[in-house]
């Protein structure tokens, strides 16, 4: 049995991973566990966590779960590149992997931009909990982002959590996001959204058997 570690943005990341990502790649014979960071608001703690862990589990294999939105604030010596979102995410994703490049065993990952962007895979998911209007408001906000759950604007209005908050003002991320993230499946997700498939991706190659450090394969 292979161990994935998967550094966690916080307490609903954590629960998506115990409850959605850990039965999934339990299929594949990798044991999962989410560890919540100290913080991820500073990059030297941030880089003094993964450090600990991956060199405490030289033989397992530690992945991020970590936000886009907000990131790219703290990394040292980022110049952001302009552009398309994947182009910005893979520039913040190489600085990170310059930054850490001793650490073999670690992929690092964002979510773009962050969690409630999944949600976004799958509008049908948040039956139960909107109303049709409600529901019809969702659909537009991903229609206006090329119907990619991971184009979602990521400035502080208009970053996923508040379109669905400004829809759906009882929204809960812990008690309900996690539970649409279950309704929608890793599989839905993975077919929406291009930079959490090439995560799920590279982590599935590497359970079956592949080799994976830093990012790479």
Not at 123 to 149: C, H, V, Y
Not at 185 to 196: L, N, R, Y
Request: aromatic share 10%.
């Amino acid at each position: 049995m292979k161990f994935l570690f998967i550094y966690c943005e916080g307490k609903t990341e954590e629960a998506f991973v115990e409850r959605i990502l850990a039965p999934y790649f339990k299929e594949m014979n990798v044991f999962v566990t989410p560890s919540k960071p100290k913080g991820v608001s500073n990059f030297e703690t941030m880089k003094k966590d993964l450090t600990g862990f991956c060199l405490s589990y030289p033989n397992s294999l530690v992945t991020t779960m970590i936000d886009y939105y907000g990131l790219q604030k703290i990394i040292p010596r980022l110049i952001p590149s302009e552009g398309d979102i994947y182009k910005r995410a893979q520039t913040v994703e190489e600085n990170v992997k310059n930054e850490l490049q001793a650490l073999n065993n670690l992929y690092f990952n964002m979510i773009l931009h962050e969690f409630e962007g999944l949600l976004f895979s799958d509008i049908n998911a948040f039956e139960g909990i909107a109303s049709k209007s409600q529901l019809l408001a969702l659909r537009n906000t991903l229609r206006r982002a090329d119907n990619n759950p991971e184009r979602i604007n990521d400035k502080y209005e208009t970053a996923p959590s508040r379109r669905i908050l400004e829809q759906i003002p009882e929204y809960s991320k812990i008690r309900n996001g996690v539970e649409i993230a279950q309704r929608i499946g890793v599989t839905k997700i993975a077919d929406e959204c291009q930079h959490f498939r090439q995560w799920i991706g590279r982590l599935s190659a590497w359970a079956k058997g592949g080799s994976m450090g830093n990012g790479r394969s």
